[in-house]
């Protein structure tokens, strides 16, 4: 495995994708992996509005966990 980010638990694979990383990637976060970023681009590939899909889900969480 390669050296990881300060950030990350030495128990992670960072070879292996995660969805919660991928889905990070697509909101624009910064806590992901190469792998996931490629598995990112792929769902964008199968759907283009991915982005907006991820968006509007934690949109939908937001208002659902703050009543």
């Known amino acids: 495995m390669a050296e990881q980010a300060p950030w990350v638990p030495e128990d992670v ?14 909101l624009g976060g ?6 996931g970023r490629a598995v990112g681009e792929r769902v964008l590939q ?3 509005d991915g982005r907006k899909v991820a968006t509007s889900n934690r949109a939908f969480l937001r208002r659902a966990c703050n009543t």
């Open 30 to 35: 910064y806590h992901d992996f190469p792998v």
């Open 13 to 26: 694979n960072t070879e292996v994708p995660s969805a919660a990383r991928v889905y990070d990637w697509l």
């Open 46 to 48: 199968v759907l283009p």
